[in-house]
């Protein structure tokens, strides 16, 4: 039992390999590709266009580890978090959204997060592992199913902004994000994804070097160095200057439009020199702004600042031509507003 190995980490090449050396044709190994990743099958047993003693044989060689939705929560707005067991019964959230639009998918990348942002829930779990692409995928599959369960209506967005820091598990989450977008996977569109990160300079260079097509975001908080330290440590090694440089390389090879996360905290960012150095800092770079209110977590020392406040930053932005939302945030009442996703279910990995 224990030694078999799990078949998706296998390649589509990999895979025809295996019946191939079987003395079977090629096309068997696209068969349980599509079966996989296509329509997220969990046991060889329903691949029924694969004969009987095929589908044995993968079983005795094969497992499809997956994961398993251990508890469901659904707020009053309709937001539903997904606490989310993986095969070894470590537990990540991720969080159905729906809009009248779209319905959009928050995912997690890693099991809690090796950055200690201040004032974000997930940052008070330590990291343990990375998700596998699967573990990723599965999450999608998970919300895709629910959209049309609870919804009716198809999963139109996923936003990597679930526990963890996508670009610190790049290689895990490129290849998931292979199997979300390729016409033998999910087909969705890359466009329709976005991988939120705290800016970590190196990686967006590789991003824009591999040629992704998906969208990129970026946590900001604040555009003044003294500032965003304290708010995010990542930012003494990643200081805003090297940050927007590899944006502008970002954006000259990718042509993609960055956006830019941003919470206004009361006697934090909540004047006029703030918001000057956010929109000049925005000038350099073709970005948006996405104005998000502060979800307050347990005995943190930060407070949503005025409204008033929150207006005027939008209205500086959209003076000087940049596009900025103010997003209400959505599923408070369940803890899987931004920042929240800490388990907080989940006794064993809290304790
Ligand atoms: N590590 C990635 C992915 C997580 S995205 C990143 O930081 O971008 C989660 C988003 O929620 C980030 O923009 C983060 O800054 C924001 N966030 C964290 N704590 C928050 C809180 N308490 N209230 C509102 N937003 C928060």
Redesign the pocket.
């Known amino acids: 039992m224990e030694n078999k190995r799990d078949i998706r980490t296998l390649t589509l090449e990999e895979l025809q390999d295996i019946f191939i050396a079987l003395g079977e044709k090629p096309f068997r190994g696209k068969q349980l590709y599509e079966w996989l990743w296509k329509k997220g099958l969990r046991s060889f047993d329903e691949m029924t266009n694969l004969g009987k003693d095929l589908r044995n044989y993968l079983d005795t060689h094969f497992v499809i580890n997956h994961i398993s939705v251990d508890d469901m929560q659904r707020s009053t707005d309709g937001t539903i978090k997904n606490a989310v067991k993986l095969h070894d019964g470590k537990v990540v959230e991720s969080v159905l959204i729906p809009t009248d639009k779209r319905i959009t998918a928050?995912i997690s990348?890693q099991v809690g997060?090796s950055?200690d942002?201040t004032?974000?829930?997930?940052?008070r779990l330590k990291r343990m592992r990375n998700l596998n692409p699967d573990e990723i995928f599965d999450q999608v599959v998970t919300i895709k199913q629910q959209a049309e369960q609870f919804y009716g209506r198809p999963l139109t967005n996923i936003?990597?902004?679930?526990?963890?820091?996508?670009?610190?598990n790049y290689n895990n989450v490129l290849k998931a994000i292979e199997k979300i977008t390729s016409p033998d996977g999910l087909g969705m569109s890359p466009k329709r994804i976005t991988?939120?990160?705290?800016?970590l300079e190196k990686m967006i260079r590789k991003l824009a070097d591999d040629g992704v097509t998906f969208r990129l975001?970026?946590?900001l908080?604040a555009a003044i160095d003294e500032t965003r330290d304290q708010l995010?440590s990542v930012n003494l090694k990643n200081p805003l200057n090297e940050l927007l440089a590899s944006l502008q390389y970002w954006y000259a090879k990718t042509k993609s439009r960055v956006t830019f996360?941003y919470?206004v905290w009361r006697g934090i960012n909540d004047d006029e020199r703030h918001i000057d150095a956010l929109v000049a800092f925005c000038k350099k770079v073709p970005s948006k702004v996405n104005i998000?209110?502060?979800?307050?977590?347990d005995d943190?020392p930060?407070q949503q600042a005025d409204p008033a406040i929150v207006e005027w930053y939008r209205e500086k932005l959209e003076a000087a031509g940049i596009k900025a939302m103010v997003r209400r945030?959505r599923g408070k009442d369940i803890d899987a507003?931004?920042?929240?996703?800490a388990n907080k279910n989940e006794v064993a990995l809290t304790t």
Do not use: R, W
């Not at 004032?119 to 940052?123: M, P």
């Not at 936003?159 to 610190?168: A, D, I, K, R, S």
């Not at 998000?292 to 977590?297: G, L, M, R, T």
């Open positions: 928050c990348s997060c950055l942002c004032f974000c829930a997930t940052a936003v990597f902004m679930g526990m963890g820091e996508p670009l610190l991988v939120s990160t705290v800016g975001a970026v946590s908080h995010m996360e919470v998000i209110e502060y979800n307050p977590i943190g930060y945030s507003a931004c920042g929240q996703l």
